[in-house]
């Protein structure tokens, strides 16, 4: 489900290649714990039941593609970062368990970080859609949801080309202050 009218991922996608990031890692600063814990449990929650709508489906033909690439993208995603992901995420639950409300996230960056970072929007946003449009019992991400996902993204792109981290800036559109 492409758009035809220029979204917030065209900008990013129209950045210019790199061989390599041009850090080692991303800085999220002052990122919202409470809501990333609730960003990550609705991620979870979003593939888990992809996952089962891939598995009752398998041999249909008319099963979505964008189901079966999203569980095919998280898969690969976690078996190739499972453990550069732990630290990030043992952070969150270590700031969520502490009762803090912000902290810095650390989150490696390789070569594939920026394209694989863009793939995950595009899928994240067409699974948007198919649960805004009530193709699956998952509900769209609240504006916050959504925000934290979109600033993340954000920083994520902007930070592997040479950008300084920027603090989360809160509910308004990302980028403003």
């Known amino acids: 489900m492409t758009s035809m009218a220029p979204t917030w991922l065209d900008d990013l996608e129209a950045l210019p290649e790199r061989a390599a990031p041009a850090a080692d890692a991303v800085r999220l600063l002052d990122y919202p ?10 991620t979870i929650e979003l593939v888990r039941e992809l996952q089962l709508i891939a598995l009752d489906a398998r041999g249909d033909e008319q099963a979505s593609s964008v189901h079966a690439r999203l569980v095919a993208f998280a898969t690969s995603m976690s078996a190739t970062y499972g453990p550069a992901l732990a630290a990030p995420r043992d952070e969150l639950e270590r700031a969520y368990e502490a009762g803090e409300q912000r902290t810095e996230v650390q989150y490696p960056l390789r070569q594939e970080s920026a394209s694989q970072m863009l793939t995950y929007a ?28 979109r600033w993340t993204v954000e920083e994520f792109l902007r930070q592997y080309h040479g950008a300084a981290p920027r603090p989360w800036p809160g509910l308004g559109r990302p980028g403003e202050h």
């Not at 699974?127 to 996902?149: K, M, N, T």
């Open 33 to 42: 714990v409470a809501l990333g814990i609730r960003q990550e449990e609705r």
């Open 122 to 149: 595009r899928l994240m946003e067409e699974a948007d859609a198919f649960c805004a449009a009530g193709e699956v019992i998952s509900l769209a991400p609240d504006d916050e949801v959504y925000a934290l996902r």
